[in-house]
C-alpha cells in the first residue's frame, strides 16, 4: 500500500518552504528552480517523490505553495512522515490530505485530513 498527498504550505517565503523540505527530508542539499509560473522543488528517493510548486491561493492573500507526492510505505509510517512535515514548519500552517493506493496505483477510499 502506498499513500498520495496533496497540500498547501502558507508561505510566500520560497526560503522558508525549502529549509522547511530539507528539514522534513533530511536533505540538506535539496534545492529548488526558478519556473516561468515561480520557484518550484522537485524531489524522489526510495520513500518519498513529491513536487512542491508556488501558487496563488484561493483566499487572495498572495502566494503559497502546493505539495503533492507519494509515500511508498504503509499508511502508520506514512501518516506519521507526512505529520513530521507541520513540525518542520514551526508557525507556517500547513495544511494536508492523503489518500491510500493499491499496487496498481489506484485510489482505495476516501481522501482524509493528515491528523
Do not use: K
Not at 508556488?54 to 506514512?78: K, Q
Request: hydrophobic content about 40%.
Amino acid at each position: 500500500m502506498n499513500v498520495t498527498f496533496t497540500g498547501v504550505i502558507h508561505s510566500d517565503d520560497f526560503a522558508v518552504v525549502l529549509d522547511g523540505l530539507r528539514h522534513w527530508l533530511g536533505a540538506p542539499a535539496l534545492d529548488g528552480r526558478q519556473r516561468l509560473s515561480g520557484e518550484q522543488v522537485t524531489f524522489e528517493d526510495g520513500r518519498v517523490e513529491l513536487i512542491c510548486s508556488r501558487s496563488f491561493n484561493s483566499r487572495g492573500s498572495g502566494p503559497d505553495f502546493l505539495i503533492e507526492g507519494t509515500v511508498f510505505d504503509d499508511l502508520d509510517p506514512a501518516l506519521h512522515f507526512l505529520a513530521a512535515l507541520r513540525t518542520a514548519y514551526a508557525g507556517v500552517e500547513v495544511d494536508l490530505e492523503y489518500g491510500e493506493l493499491d499496487a496498481d496505483g489506484t485510489a482505495t477510499g476516501e481522501v482524509l485530513d493528515v491528523p
